[in-house]
């Protein structure tokens, strides 16, 4: 690999963006800095202190080759060859452009994620007075040029154009490489312009950047080692990023084809293949890379007959090591696969993404679907697939340090799968579950709550105002979400305390419709509306709420605490009967507060979206 380290000014960087001769790889993530992060960007070009280099890769590379596309914000004649791709510089050259030249106007953010669209403009006067005012010389303003306050009812600041801009004594920065000379020669105080353009416009114009060029002997390895180590100041990339532009340089697919592999495209089509199974929209491409790493890795152990054989690994150390051939080897076998977890996941009664426990636990059961083959479906075969997810889920195995339990799982859960005297799993031995557990068990952030949740649709629940089973169909037409059994307003007035009333044993699934009937009143209030309004006599209602597990007696009653240890214990025979081992009866033994605050710190860790109420 060469490379030269040329100092090139800021205006022949921003000539280039505008016109494509400075492209972005095709791979690299969007423009992603925030509005107060530019402008302390532009203090730092004002002041002339240094930004750190650009890197960039000259184009023709026959080694490596990438699809280019335009830097944010710049619209570029279709075809429009580039002559360098931006490896790392991609959010400091993008504002740059954008505030420095065209019109001015930035597509940024605020500090909370808001999206903006901002003009940046310096007050001559401020900036002068000294130059360590530049930082409060420098305004970013709407790009209406109007800023306000009273929730936009009264206007504070016109710099709606350039007139109302020279009257204010507001510089705007976007033509500091542009035509700023027609802009001062319509100032009417023509020494603060004079001096202006002394002390910082003339200087901006020989402003230097660093740039790292490496040239067209680079190769791939060289240039994924750049996107990993290299991305100075930026986002640093993930493993597919870094594989798409491996990738991309692999030079017998495209002594094949004639043409790049795009990662990229791979990745969409897989997603257009998925489509049909919207669970599958929590798998992310690291994910699938995952499953291919697994795989591929097996096959190597597998075929090792050293004492030593290379090991079985999900590491991103390892993902990364993966070749095109590795990945065309599996893509087809595991895009299938994830297919066959979706409809996997449809019966245990889980169809949407946000209801899935563990997307990353369908890594290993698409690789493991994959090294079993047909046999997966195999009734004894399918029974110990199920304990062994369960197990996971219930047991609450794939928060963290997944990889290692991925490599675990490939190696050892088929074997048990088809034959149940092989070594039990490690996921099946270090599953267990307490009774107390379901106290602390209050919203979708936790696994074991989407778990269980699903459990109670798997046997058999029905909604209690029309004939209908939840099931996948009847998932989406009912609008069904977990809610209240006991309802809040009433566990309010009737002193029952949030860890109770919160928790999964005080929630199920039920439609929308039958949600607003049961409102905020009494349980036997409600269930007396619902047989009014559903047509139903009592003991058949009772029938439908025993498929929820929910004690009818208890809840006629209103005996919200009869109510909840009933079906805390039948939600332990539940568990049991799911993850194959006894769950630990720790109730009578005192609950701690501590255990439960313990778990609900462990569950923020799980992102999720809370149930309705």
Known sequence: MGFL??????????????????????????????DERIRQLLVTVLRGHPLGAVMLLKTGNALVRFK???????????????KF??????????????????DGAVATKDSRGKLLNRRYLV??????????????????????GVIRSNFGKDVVL???????????????????YGDYMSWLLELGDRDLGKQFHERYIKPAATYDIPAIVLDESTDKAAVATVFEKVNIGGLPLNVFELLTA??????????????????????????????????????ENTDFLQAVTMLATRKRNLADASDRPPAISAKREDVL????????????????????????????HIFAPRDVPYPKQLVPLAAIKVVLGKDADLVGVSDRLIRWYWCGVLGELYGSAIESRFARDIEMVPTWAVDDANPTPRTVLDANFTESRLHSLRTRNAAAYKGIAALILAGGARDWMEDKALDKIQHADLAVDIHHIFPQKWCNENGIDDEHRESIVNKTTISARTNRVIGGVAPSRYLATIESRAQIDAARLDERLATHVVPAGYLRADDFDAYFAARRESLCKMV??????????????????????????????????????
């Open 246 to 283: 491996v990738f991309a340089g692999d030079a017998d697919y495209y002594e094949r084809t004639g043409e790049d592999f795009r990662l990229n495209d791979d990745w969409k089509e897989t997603q257009l293949k998925w489509s049909p199974h919207p669970v599958l929209a929590a798998v």
């Open 321 to 348: 090591k993966l070749t095109l051939k590795d990945y065309m080897e599996w893509r087809e076998p595991l895009r299938e696969a994830f297919v066959w977890a979706a409809t996997f996941l449809a019966d245990r």
């Open 85 to 102: 791709l931006l490896l790392d510089g991609q959010q400091r050259l993008t504002s740059l452009t954008q505030a420095l030249s065209g």
């Open 123 to 144: 007050h001559m006067a401020t900036a002068l007075s000294d130059s360590n005012r530049v930082d409060e010389a420098i305004v970013s303003i709407p790009v209406d």
């Open 5 to 34: 380290t040329p100092m090139y000014e800021l205006g022949e960087y921003l000539t280039w963006t505008r016109t494509g001769e400075i492209q972005l790889p095709d791979f690299q993530r969007g423009y992603k800095w925030e």
């Open 576 to 613: 049991e009967a799911a993850i194959g081992k006894a769950v630990q009866r720790d109730i009578d033994q005192g609950f701690a507060e501590e255990d439960s605050a313990q778990f609900e710190a462990e569950e923020l860790v799980d992102s999720g979206v809370p149930e309705g109420e």
């Open 158 to 176: 016109d710099l709606s154009d350039h007139d109302k801009q020279r009257d204010q004594g507001f510089f705007p920065l976007h033509l500091l």
């Open 68 to 82: 280019p596309r335009a830097i944010e914000g710049v619209d570029l004649p279709p075809g429009t060859e580039a």
